[in-house]
């Protein structure tokens, strides 16, 4: 019975595996069974499961294939300048309530009820104000505008601290403050779905925006516990304070210029399209996501023009989407009709005035459509700057090298889809051949 009781004896082995990708499994227990003992093996310290169990709420899944190469620096620019914001927000708050009158006897609930009601109001007003002047812009320029967002927050913060110093305008400086922290508000969101979107791989933008919260509310609460500490120890000491806010907002202004220029985005927009272009037409290559990074602004472009690295800004001269009754009547003779000739197959008409060339836009082109007719715009451009015949030699070009340079583009990775560039005004319009074409 023993002999025949251990030839059928069976023994299997268990083992258990963690890790959100195939390429990144480790083993982290072994079962080892048979009919007459069962044995219990963990691989690995436990810190180490630990250590992956945070890990896993931080950063996505399948960290680091699913998500862009620029992520991980972003990340880490954009915790350092978060905890700097956390950490002066501490100071600049401990200053606005004091000139409210917390800790006062002579100060009034309702009277700190309403400054404060009045400050979150024209905050409010203020983001719906941006929205609508701006909100359109910010998927085109998501880089410069991020930038702009907490360089708002910024000034808003130090409005807050400077309020105390004149009480007789207090309202004010802190309305003031309230409208440029809005401004963050709406941009600073906005655009972070736009980088949201980039990062994302593998269809996983829900989830990198979830482990991203969990990221800021880890920054959060090391950023209040440091701003609680400078807070104690700078308490009526105003030097101390002023000191220690300028230092913070400083690096917070370098960690977030460090942040967007490590962003690599592979959608198209009028200045990398630009930059794009005229390098193509140089040497007959394009460039690749870090390449044009390096190259395009990422600061308004009135704070910009002095510097060196600029390219040239050629897209300033295109106006697409040029409203058709802003034309009078001396302009569509001159301009329009010696124009539309050379546009009677495509679905935009290319008008230039004054040394600009503006888009006329059909409203049955698509999105293919318009990045075309920019292209062609800075073509144009391009030929009026050198006094060549403008239409037909920019129309040879385009018949000639846009789908070699749209194929080179979608070669290396760039979105080709579409131009992240508002379109308001379109048109329709019906073009009659006449005997004569002038150029």
Partial sequence: MTAVSNSNDTAITLEEWNGSSTSKLSKTFTIQASSSSVSFKRSGARFTHLWRRLLQALVPEG??????????????????????????????????????????????????????????LTGMLGGILFTFYQG???????????????????????????????????????????ISR??????????????????????NAADISAKEGSQETVATMIGMALGMLVARITIGHPLAIWVCFLSLTLFHMYANYQAVRCLALTS?????????????????????????????????????????KNADLLYTKVHLGTRVSSLDNMEIKEHL?????????????????????????HKDSNAADILKSFVHALILATNVSESKSSHSDSQMWIDKHYDVFIHKL???????ERLLSPIIWRANWIYKASEKKAD
């Fill in 63 to 120: 960290f680091p294939s699913s998500v862009t190469a620029d992520y991980v620096p972003f990340q880490i620019w954009d915790t350092l300048q978060g905890l700097s914001t956390y950490t002066r927000t501490m100071l600049s708050t401990q200053a606005l309530l004091s000139a409210i009158g917390v800790g006062e006897k002579s100060a009034t609930v309702i009277g700190a009820t309403f400054q404060w009601f009045l400050r979150d």
């Fill in 410 to 416: 979608k070669s290396l990775g760039w979105k080709t």
């Fill in 136 to 178: 359109s812009n910010l998927d085109s320029n998501a880089k410069m505008w991020r930038l702009v967002a907490d360089l708002m927050n910024d000034l808003g913060m130090l409005m807050d601290l400077i309020s105390p110093l004149f009480p007789s305008a207090f309202v004010i400086i802190v309305c003031l403050g309230s």
């Fill in 182 to 203: 809005s401004f963050t508000g709406v941009a600073s969101g906005a655009t972070r779905a736009a980088l949201t979107q980039h990062f994302a791989l593998q269809d």
């Fill in 337 to 361: 009709l010696s124009a539309a000739s050379y546009y009677a197959k495509a679905k935009y008409l290319l008008v230039e005035r004054n040394g600009t060339v503006n888009v006329i836009v």
């Fill in 268 to 308: 198209l927009n009028p200045e990398r399209t630009t930059i794009h272009l005229q390098h193509f037409m140089k040497t007959g290559k394009v460039l690749s996501p870090e390449q044009v990074s390096a190259k395009e602004h990422v600061l308004p472009l009135k704070l910009t023009v002095w510097s060196s």
